[in-house]
């Protein structure tokens, strides 16, 4: 098993170096970003405060605020979270890992576009944890992964960039990501299985946090 520290080590130094061609490619991705923000933004029913975690360079949080949402982000990698930052002058970005961060503050909903694929199982479900503390009663969470037939993970090679530096991959089946949401005490709502702006095949979990955990 990889220590927690060895992968956000790493995977930092990978979304650093990856930060100007994530900033370069947003007028690409910003009409599908704009697409599942809205898509997202139908389930948002207990109020306008949002978490993106892992929002890179901030498009996500910037496509929030135009709709009227009060968005804040956290990103591990401080060159993306600049970006964010720059983009957002009046959101609260969190720099370093989510485990960590002090957040106290409740939300209405967490958006995961693109972020718990990036670590082991163990932590993602980590993760699903601490946003499900995060959230109001009845608050809404995306996740969004790459599509996999089959669970598997380890270092990739991120190929569609470039220098293809390596960060680590956690592939989800779908099942795999409805049943460990489930036993986290989430209630699934609607799943879909969007392309993104790369060609890349993903399915997105939009779940509520139970009255009563299970």
Known sequence: ?????????????????????????????????????????????????VLDVGC???????LFRNLGYE?????LSPKMAAYAQKRNPKARIFIGDF?????????????TRAF????????????????????????VAFFGVSMADESQEGWLEKDDYKNTPKRYKKLWTEDELRESLVSVGFEIID???PVDAEGKKRVAITVKKSLQKI
């Not at 490619?25 to 109020?47: A, D, H, M, Q, W």
């Open 1 to 49: 098993m990889h220590s927690t520290n060895d992968v956000n080590n790493i995977n930092k130094q990978t979304y650093d170096e990856l930060a100007d061609e994530y900033e370069g490619r947003v007028i690409k991705r910003t009409p599908g970003n704009l697409e599942r923000v809205k898509y997202f933004s139908s389930f948002i029913k207990t109020g306008k405060r």
């Open 56 to 62: 890179a360079v901030g498009l996500d949080i910037l």
């Open 71 to 75: 968005a804040d982000g956290v990103e």
């Open 99 to 111: 485990l960590e961060a002090d957040i106290t503050e409740m939300y209405d909903a967490v958006f």
């Open 116 to 139: 718990i694929h990036v670590f082991p199982k163990p932590v993602a479900l980590d993760i699903m944890h601490k946003i499900y503390s995060l959230l109001v009663a009845e608050g």
């Open 191 to 193: 799943i879909i299985k």
